[in-house]
């Protein structure tokens, strides 16, 4: 096939100047612009003599059906239509009210005759039979011919048959024949109707408009066309048509037809001659998608056309042997002869176009035209020898991928060898297509110890397939997410070459059609018992107005590594990142992007690494008509795929990206390598949410579910209760309902925060302190955080369904609030200048050297779980607890002493005002359960100073 | 099958004194219960000659489809499956595995092939053009003869027309036949459709789920047709169906097998698995349903049901007009189905057609749908005389109607009488569409 190819690239390249050809046959025959639409005497047939002493006594034929009414209704309604319209509205121009009334002189020939065979299409074939009898007299004549004849269903096809029999008869009456009209034939003669057993849902999208073809047709259409124009000879001022190039086409459809109709009447005055000629390029194109080398049609619409094929070859041996039958027709369609002579290799039909503007070089619908005959014909030579067959298109020889004996002739024999491999090869495809069709593009095998894995869901992010007893998985793909990944089961991790990043996902070639394989290798972990290490933006950017490559290095990384070699103890030790690695501000300011902060994160890192993309892990660089598939660019080639699974221990960890990326326009000042806002939406996409409802799908309602995300969903600060958009949120809320809780990880927030929300009753959303604290801003305690806690890592621990976590901060221990002596913090505000002056600055902030603060103790309880209650006791006598907004003193002084001031209202600050200076105080906390969860006593006085804990 | 004929001739002279001629007929001819699936070999016979001096001038002709398979893929697949299922049980009985055997071999015969026009029914039109031409043959002869032939848009209908066509064609090689099937002939070939315009969504078809009869029909099946025997028959343990398929179903897809075997494209003998009973059961209960559907029904509806047939008879009324004014015309042929027939059988208030059964017990021993077999058409012959006075006569399976119309000459009559007889039953006709509603649009 290769070697065909190219030397029909060849042909094609060195005809440079024949470009136009298509346009100068039609300037020479307007009617061919109709396409199959074209009526065609078959006058410029071949007619090559046969090599002597050779006869024909035997032919197999396939003939399209003849003038046809045009099929839908709709392109007459929708002309008629906007012409009424326009008349009504007085807009019609002078060439429009013409038009207007001869197309409704012309209606009522039509009205309730769509896809009808028109009284031409009877002619024709009455005339063809004549003809074919002509050219093959030694097949027709005498007393004991008999011919066999098989039609579809469609009525169009059965009257051409019997008009055809009505002239093969005419010329010799003593031909006997049977004539069969059903559903039943259409495998072999029109395998692309949905009725047909062969055909599948797939092959009904690769030809209607929801097809992968039609947004590239579209865009040809609106570059070739000037349909404006058009619109402007019939109107004037705004078209009352919806879809402008749609209602030019149903025109172009009109006039096409008008050659199969009775009439003298003609439409193509309407248009221009050059967009005649554009309005057929369009067309034919249209063709070429569908019927021809068109990749995106993954080679199925030509090739289930093999059975017609087949039917040719074996019956040629039947009919041969048995000597019974002179000639079989089958009465069928255009789409179907124009895959047929595809499928064969015929020139002018198997040529694959890159550009769209050669297929109009090759490929020309006009040859398909009403009543086109394909015709096989058997030679044999009364002395003997190889039998020979000539196979003409219209009565015009076709040059096939054979060697041909003399002119068109070719052996019989080469030519079943051939086409009957050619057969099987496109059968053996079309049956390795999935049930509905589509072909298989991703395929491999998922082992463990070379082991075969049944039953692990493997997805692109759009399919998700299960391995069989041989451990293979097998999916249709567009390869629009990129990558194909591996869902790890329960009780096994993927392989990993560092340790640290998991080996889950190959990423795809951009290819689109072309099949890929990519195995899976897992190893088996008893994950009985296992620990998730949770972390989120760490916020590296080796800025120069903050110590983050230090701070991580020194402070955070070895907090991480001494969680791992603890949880070590339990069982295997997992960790999830999410999101905000680094910033995007900063990439390019400081030549340091993901790919830099992913490096300086795994440096060393003591276990695998699951990933999600945090708003800061885009490319703010980056604004495209597809901005938030783009940005993600870097996190895609550094990290993976942006939303996947994990099963581990028997929960289903679920990692998702709910970062829509804008980065709208703005006048503002822009960083270096910054292109827009960095503004994004919160949310899942319509793709991801797709993807999400087909994962869980199939799950059991007691099935456990982890969500890991950047954003949170749930927001307590707004109204609606959530970041999401209100109607995702209720969509996911019913969406995870039957599973009763799902426990949601996030970061994004830079606090401590546990949310509960009647509204959303399924989420339990654990949204964790930054590991950066302050993004490494506040000083001197670097890690702490916004709400006054501190960078942290939250280990989770999982066993059987039971969770139970801890946050370990980075220096100080599990630590979930700091208790003030407030004595002690107006004695410390009031002897600093510097804080008074920042008092002065901005009066919002508190002045915590107000005496009404005297005594009071200050809680700031971050880990606060709804539901727990905060009890303060002096000597053993519960004061009373109020909630307050006041700013934390500590964070205060951390954060505003560093050029800030700002007034951060504190979220979970408790106050009591104790009796006494001195008694013992005791923090109490309770859950909703009433268990005492905390404990602590104070001693008073309680130092307050920058580094206090 | 002369033998039948002679039966059922015996039969309608002595309505009165048999008390169940269908199941008499049933008994003589099994193939008599396939209903509408009957083919009957429309033995030519002498006809009454037509008065002296008058000539045949022009045809009319409506004309069922020929034999074709039943029109149910679905259940040609339902009774595959579900005897494989009882055989991969070993759920079957020797003759179940008969049946079984019987099946396996006919259905890759008949797959995909619902509703197709057989070998057979082509045949029968040939044979229907045969007699038509031998019967007429002046008018079909010399140089100016044109035919013209319209078709529903069933692959049947188009194919009856084409084997017809071809007979002709045949007979005159120089005869100019005109032919056309499209959904512009809808309304007049098959008036139950939506392309007539008098028609509401819930009367059209031939068995239409709003239709007023369904509960009458299902509450006379539950009482008539016991198909726990039959089960028992081919099933050792019927309770053990494939799901989803019950011994009710299972009889219907058989019935319908063994009814369809005569039309063709298949072997076998598959009435052997029904007992006469059992037989005469299915039969009157499909007779009940096509009687309630277009015939004479007064029991559950007003005559609605049937007088839609009008749109198609006042067209023929004016065709007729036309053609014998203008004298091009031999033959007009239409190609259509039983309902239209049946109804317009109702509609011409035809003897032997036109009474009503004064309960469903009865309807089996009036009305049967058995003599509207494949292939069933209604010739109107057109008969002048040197003095231009025009006479009809109109044959059902070319045998000879009688209308209530007074005429010395019957079964020719006036056409003047014929005609206004005809405009008078399209009145009556239009007048039950006005004063009846269609049935609600609550699923029956």
Redesign the interface.
Known sequence: MKRILFIIAFLVSVQPLLADGAYDEIRADVNKAGGVLYVDDFSNRDLTPAPKGYQPFYISAYIRHGSRFLIHEEDYAIIKKALSKGHKAGILTPKGEDFRRRFEAFLPTV????G??A?RG?RQHKALAAMIYNDYKPVFKGKDVFVDAHST?V?RA??S??AF??GL??CN?SIQS???????NLDWINPHMAEA?INRPFDQTLRHNDGPWYPEFRKFCEGKLHTQAFLESLFNGPAPVKDAIRFERSVFEVASNMQDMETEESFWDLFDPDEIAALWECENLRFFMLKGRYPLNYTRNWKISWPILDNFLTKADEDLASGKVNARLRFGHDGCMMTLLCLMGAKGWCEEHPDFNTVKETWHSWNIPMAANLVLAFYRNKKGGDILVKFTLNGKNLTLPLEAVEGPYYRWDDFRSYYRDVTEDARAFIESCGPDGRPYILSGRVSCDGKPLEGVKVSDGVNIVKTDADGRYAMFSDKRQGFVFVIQPSGYVPLSADGIKPEFYARLNSDVTAPEVHDFRLRAENQDTYTMLMTTDAHLTNADFKPDQQAFREIARPNILLQAEKAREKGPVYSVELGDLAHELYWKQFDYNLRDAYRTFTEGYPTLLYCVSGNHDNDGGVRTANTDRDAEWLFREVIGPEYYAMEIGGDHWIMLDDVIYRNSKTKKKLNPGIVGDRSYDKGLTQGEMAWLIKYLEPLADDSRIKLCLHVPILAEEKETGTYFRKSQADSLQSLFARFGKVEVFCGHVHKTLFTEDERYPVFEQHALPALSGNMWTLSPVVTMGEDGGLGAVYVGTFSGGESSFELHSHEQGQKWLRIYDMNTVRSYFSKSAELKALREKNHEIPDYTDPKYANCIWVNYWYWHPGDIVEILENGRALKVEKITEMDPLFDVNYNLNGHHKNIPGRRIYSAKARTRTGKVLVRIRNREGEIVYEEALKRPKAFSPVMQ | MKKAFLLIAAALLCAAALAQPARDAIEANRELAGGIYYVDDFSYRPQAPAPKGYKPVYISHYGRHGARYFDSNAEFTALHNLLEDAAAKDNLTPLGKDLYEQYAKAWPLIRMRAGDLTDVGWNQHRGIADRMVKSFPKLFKGKKVRVEASSTIATRCIMSMAAFCERLQEFNPSMEINTISSAACMGVLNPFTAYNPQIQPTDEGYANKYAAWWPALRAYSAKEVDPKPFAARIFRDPSRMLEGETASKCLRYVYHIAATRQCGGFEGDFWKYLTLDEAYAKFREFNLKMYLSKGPDTLVQGGRQWAFVNYFMEQLVNDTDADLASGDISARLRFGHDITIISALKLLDVEGWNVSARSFDEVADIWQHYRIPMGANLQFIFYRNGKGDVLVRAMLNERDLRFPIASDTAPYYRWEDFRAFAMERIDYAKHILATTKAPSKRKK
Request: glycine share 4%; aromatic share 4%.
């Open positions: 009205e309730n005759r769509a009808d065979l009284p009877q269903h009525g059965i009257m048959m019997n029999f009505s008869k005419a009456k049977h004539q069969n009209a059903s559903m039943a057993e």
